[in-house]
């Protein structure tokens, strides 16, 4: 049971360095947590509001108190045992969520003091570079799924970055399965060969974030400026894919299944091309033929792997359908 | 704690071995619960790709995407068929209402890497690169389950790399330095494990480099 209990005037709750079980919220009088800043040192002093709790984190985790407890005037307060505590917050979330907030900012800012401490010496990478260094790295250890997943996210958050051009280009590399000459590539010489296709690559990735950012109508006219250009083969099937995504995405859906319908005709073999009969369906659904819907998604879940993600959407989709 | 989870079925997510469930450095704003499958936590330093941490079923990662879209501080990669429950920041008062246990789990998590980065942070500031490593060893102690007070003899799962990370020294001076204490007979080198002779010959040895500094 949770106890009420009274301190005079500069007694303490606890020391800094007990093991101690005990959570406690403050009903009336001052009481101050007294401890040393961990970087300067400095002796510091945090006075606890009434209705305020404390002593959670080291209750809670099992270990010595990191701080003192010294009443400053008269004070009663409540003390909990760490299961009574959990059965408060399980039936008050809002308590809780305030003390997730509190901790997760106590858990940054010792994470910035310890990236602090390591950065003399260790050079420590900005976000961007950082994430491209992945990539380059997982296709130069052949692990080209990685890779893949790597310089595509790279290219989604940096798509005019300063690595871009050349992500997209070891992109092509993954993607294809070779493993590219890191060596030159890094030295920074000859890159003819591969001059014409980045750019494509590169408005390319362009569309596809500007579509991540549901800006459908200038993803469309991004990806229809790239089988205008009509350049690159490949990149020309991708942005057809993309084009009826938009569409959809646009809720302009007969477009969007003559789109596909087409597609599928000229690419038998798309590498998206379950993908694009489900959007079809998708596309039936919202235009209540229910029955042509239907069909989509069992061709769907006829053609697709049972543990692609798309293969769940069609079974919720066929359900859904089913259900109507 | 048993949880029913099925209400948040529609929250799930299905990896296959060897694929990146986020990555080093992207701007983060999911976190996850493993259902069923193990992730492993991995990190490239140096060209080289370690394992931090390999999780199991019922455990959460990416967590600290709840209040901010920091970069990831490391990749999580599935190591097996990987089901998860992902949430963001705006279906987290959903989960924290229906299933408020997870959010005293979060709670739990947060003082734990409070602490584990407080300890760390601790061993960064000694300024003897010998302090550091003896002080590794100790922080590694203090993790393991109780132990036999009259033992002195402690055993640790770890390698000459993983002590210089925690210790923040270079590899190589690391291993000269673990070197030296092997020529001492403080401690054994294996190649899967570190044998430390006689811990509290550590814990003086620290504390003695930390009160001269603190002196200083």
């Not at chain 1, 400095?42 to 009443?71: C, N, W």
């Not at chain 1, 969520?97 to 900012?105: A, D, E």
Request: aromatic letters at 10%; a neutral charge; one cysteine or more.
């Amino acid at each position: 049971m949770p106890k009420s209990v009274s301190y005079k005037t500069n007694s303490i709750v606890y020391f800094k360095g007990d093991i101690n079980e005990k959570i406690y919220i403050l009903n009336n009088g001052r009481v101050s947590l007294n401890y040393n800043d961990i970087e300067t040192g400095q002796e510091m002093h945090d006075l606890i509001k009434t209705g305020e709790f404390f002593g959670v984190k080291s209750a809670m985790g099992k270990y010595p108190r990191e701080e003192t407890a010294v009443v400053l005037q008269d004070s009663s307060m409540i003390a909990f045992s760490v299961s009574e505590f959990e059965q408060i917050v399980l039936q008050n979330t809002r308590i809780m969520i305030k003390m997730l907030k509190v901790f997760s900012n106590q858990l940054r800012r010792i994470h910035k003091q310890v990236r602090n401490l390591l950065r003399s010496g260790v050079d420590v990478s900005d976000p961007e570079t950082g994430l491209f260094n992945i990539g380059e790295y997982y296709l130069k250890v052949r692990k080209g799924k990685q890779a893949i997943y790597a310089l595509r996210r790279y290219l989604t958050y940096y798509p005019s970055g300063k690595y871009a051009s050349e992500a997209s280009r070891l992109l092509e590399s993954a993607e294809s399965g070779s493993v590219p000459n890191l060596a030159v590539s890094s030295a920074g010489s000859s890159r003819q060969s591969g001059a014409d296709l980045s750019e494509i690559a590169k408005s390319y990735y362009n569309a596809v974030s500007l579509f991540s950012q549901e800006k459908f109508k200038e993803a469309l006219s991004g990806f229809q400026k790239i089988i205008e250009d009509g350049v690159d083969g490949e990149y020309e099937a991708k942005a057809r894919y993309e084009i009826g995504r938009c569409q959809f995405n646009l809720q302009k859906y007969e477009l969007c299944i003559k789109h596909f319908t087409s597609l599928i005709q000229k690419y038998p073999k798309h590498p998206d091309l379950i993908d694009s009969l489900f959007y079809v369906g998708k596309s039936y659904e919202e235009m209540g033929t229910i029955d042509k819907a239907a069909g989509f998604f069992k061709k769907v879940i006829a053609m697709a792997k049972d543990e692609a993600p798309i293969m769940r959407k069609a079974k919720k989709a066929l359900k859904g359908v089913e259900d109507k | 704690m048993a949880l029913d989870l099925s209400m948040f079925n529609r929250f799930a997510v299905n990896f296959q071995p060897g694929d990146i469930i986020f990555c080093e450095y992207e701007p983060g704003d999911n976190f996850y619960l493993i259902q069923s499958g193990r992730v492993q936590i991995v990190k490239i330093i140096d060209d080289l790709e370690k394992i931090i941490d390999i999780l199991q079923p019922g455990e959460i990662f990416g967590e600290m995407a709840i209040l901010e879209e920091a970069p990831r501080s490391a990749s999580a990669v599935a190591l097996d068929n990987v089901k998860a429950l992902e949430f963001n920041r705006e279906n987290f008062e959903i989960l924290m209402k229906g299933t408020p246990q997870i959010a005293l789990k979060l709670l739990k998590l947060f003082t734990k890497r409070i602490y584990d980065q407080k300890r760390r942070f601790l061993i960064l500031t000694l300024d003897d690169p010998q302090a550091k490593i003896a002080d590794v060893f100790l922080m590694l102690s203090e993790a393991q389950p109780i132990h036999d007070e009259s033992v002195n003899e402690r055993v640790f799962m770890t390698t000459v790399e993983d002590i210089a990370h925690w210790a923040g020294v270079s590899p190589v001076e690391s291993k000269r330095i673990l070197n030296q204490f092997a020529s001492q007979r403080r401690l054994e080198i294996f190649p899967d494990k570190i044998v430390v002779q006689n811990i509290n010959d550590f814990a003086r040895f620290v504390s003695s480099k930390r009160r001269s500094q603190v002196s200083e």
